[in-house]
């Protein structure tokens, strides 16, 4: 790549052509400050904060939109640049109603951050003229008119990077304002609750509700792990403070989602109400009584070693790490030998013989075959990025004999015995892509082999961890009436166990109460998402971390350690620490 040289403040600095000021300025640590900037997203020059002297312009000039030329010299410092930035800040101090102490965002705001930076002491302009409205509709976060400074942050973030549009501005100059499609209250717009535009306000003009005013981001730490609630594996950081999560964030720097997450990812483990299970159960008179795991896994060892290996069934959620899908089997199918073995959800067929296409093909696609699978539901980052690849105007076949959310958004709807039809327009583009899920039916299948060698296939697992599963073969059929005692690795999973037999003897490893933990005779707790540490496998197949960020409640123990633990018990040398069973859970996953 070409290499541009120009001089900053007086320092020599090269950055690769087409480079902004500002990005050339960054490459060597040097601070422009911005507002209406942001890395993720396109720049806009707004603001004026980013204001630089360019020497032969006649004006000062944006950092965040001009461009660097060979031999250019800029100063970001000079006394003309710091009087407009003084400038700037004294006019959006005015604008709206900027009372920095009664502010969620005071100490982490960036408006606050350079009015100290730039000493501003005092209003130079009118300010509290005019009440500006709040919009509290929305479940998870808020909007609060009176710390806006349309910056568009918040309305380039729902366009560029969700492509849901719901976001704009109305009227003009002074009058303008944010607004949700055609100015309803966002609680009743197209809003999907993804969560990116607060994480780009600069402000506090978005406040997420549930960990308002509980701490300063210097108070928190940020841990960074992989969410769990679809397959797609989308980086993110675990916002805690004193042993509790208070919220979660998008990690901008994570190779699958760049920062996006959904509400299923950013708000819904945080909001979830179910009673968790913190200690031991087992059934004593037909009641769950509270034991210590010494008991508990006692229990759990004579009944393996009692009943007959054919008599087991063996059924696990794909809410778990590889950690524990990899001891799931080993202790179960290969020590103990039990062949009645399944998921609680489908799997996604194999299409081609060995993966070729990866969720960032989609970005550069011209024509996307969705087939069998409804991302917009089931993992809507991944419909995200399909509708990002419609803005730029590639065109989405859906192929469903089901209801789809991507419907709406399709050149065209067939039905899976019409899959001929897209694969003729698929042939015909220069970088096609094959989206496909569980709903795909076998004679679909057969036809889409076609496009092997044309298209980038990547399968939309349902599940969380299904790629690890199915790769460890747990999905092998699962026959209820061959099972007279039942393991059931539940997790987060919610499930009613319409599959277990009346007078079959159960055990379940669960996190919250449920149905089948009601009925079982045996209850271990299990940590959640935000209190282990482990891998998992997204439906790429990337393997992933994650990373403990608060403790377990009560007793409960991380999936991988209760199986370990049983194993141990049983005399079965599976592995004990957590990076031996590591390393051969991505053997078995992905062997050499």
Request: charged share 20%; with cysteine; proline share 4%.
């Amino acid at each position: 790549m070409a290499m541009v040289n120009l001089t900053i403040n007086g320092q020599k600095v090269s950055a690769p052509a087409g480079s902004t000021v500002l990005q050339a300025a960054r490459l060597a640590n040097i601070d422009i400050p911005t507002l209406c900037d942001h890395p993720a997203l396109a720049p806009i020059g707004a603001c004026r904060m980013c204001l630089v002297e360019v020497k032969g312009q006649r004006t000062l000039q944006p950092a965040c939109t001009f461009p660097i030329a060979e031999g250019m010299e800029v100063q970001t410092e000079s006394q003309p640049v710091t009087d407009a930035r003084k400038f700037v800040l004294d006019l959006l101090f005015a604008e709206r109603n900027h009372y920095c102490m009664y502010c969620e965002m005071s100490g982490d705001c960036e408006l606050q951050a350079l009015g100290y930076r730039y000493g501003i002491d005092h209003w130079v302009y009118p300010t509290y003229t005019k009440r500006f409205p709040v919009d509290a509709s929305r479940k998870y976060f808020l909007m609060d008119h009176n710390r806006c400074i349309l910056c568009r942050r918040c309305v380039r973030a729902c366009s560029e990077l969700v492509a849901n549009h719901t976001l704009g501005v109305r009227q003009r100059g002074a009058a303008s304002m944010i607004q949700a499609d055609m100015d309803v209250p966002f609680g009743q717009s197209t809003c999907v609750s993804c969560g990116t535009c607060l994480q780009v306000c600069p402000t506090g003009a978005l406040v997420d509700k549930r960990s308002a005013f509980m701490g300063r981001d210097i108070q928190t730490q940020h841990i960074q792990s992989t969410c769990a609630q679809c397959s797609i594996g989308c980086g993110m950081e675990i916002v805690t403070r004193d042993g509790n999560v208070l919220r979660i964030e998008g990690d901008w720097n994570a190779p699958v989602n760049a920062g996006l997450l959904c509400q299923k990812g950013r708000f819904d483990p945080l909001y979830d109400a179910r009673p968790r299970i913190t200690k031991p159960l087992v059934r004593k008179n037909g009641v769950l009584k509270e034991v210590d795991w010494d008991t508990a896994v006692q229990i759990v060892v004579q009944a393996l070693k009692d009943t007959n290996a054919k008599d087991w069934g063996v059924l696990t959620t794909t809410y778990a790490t590889n950690e524990a899908l990899y001891l799931l089997d080993k202790l179960f199918r290969q020590e103990l030998g039990v062949t009645n073995v399944g998921l609680l959800n489908d799997v996604a067929p194999k299409m081609v013989e060995k993966a070729n296409g990866s969720l960032a093909d989609v970005n550069n696609s011209d024509i996307i075959l969705l087939v069998g699978a409804n991302p917009a539901s089931e993992q809507p980052v991944a419909s995200f990025f399909i509708k990002r690849a419609l803005n730029k105007g590639a065109r989405l076949i859906v192929v469903d004999d089901q209801e789809n959310g991507l419907a709406a958004f399709a050149s065209m709807n067939l039905g899976m015995a019409e899959v001929e039809k897209a694969i003729e327009f698929a042939q015909r583009a220069t970088n096609p892509v094959v989206l496909y899920g569980a709903g795909v039916t076998s004679e679909a299948a057969r036809a889409l082999q076609k496009l092997s060698g044309k298209a980038a296939f990547v399968a939309l697992e349902p599940g969380v961890n299904t790629r690890a599963a199915a790769a460890l073969g747990l999905n092998s059929g699962f026959d209820p009436s061959a099972s007279k005692a039942l393991y059931v690795l539940l997790g987060e999973q919610n499930w009613n166990g319409e599959l277990v037999k009346k007078d079959a003897f159960v055990i379940v490893q669960a996190s919250y109460q449920s149905p089948l933990t009601e009925r079982a005779d045996v209850v271990l707790p299990m940590a959640i998402w935000a209190e282990r540490t482990g891998t998992v496998t997204n439906t790429e197949g990337r393997i992933q971390k994650v990373n403990k960020a608060v403790e377990p409640k009560g007793e409960a123990k991380p999936d991988w350690e209760i199986l370990s633990l049983l194993a141990s018990k049983m005399g079965k040398k599976i592995g004990t620490s957590l990076d031996e069973v590591s390393a051969h859970a991505a053997q078995a996953i992905h062997p050499s």
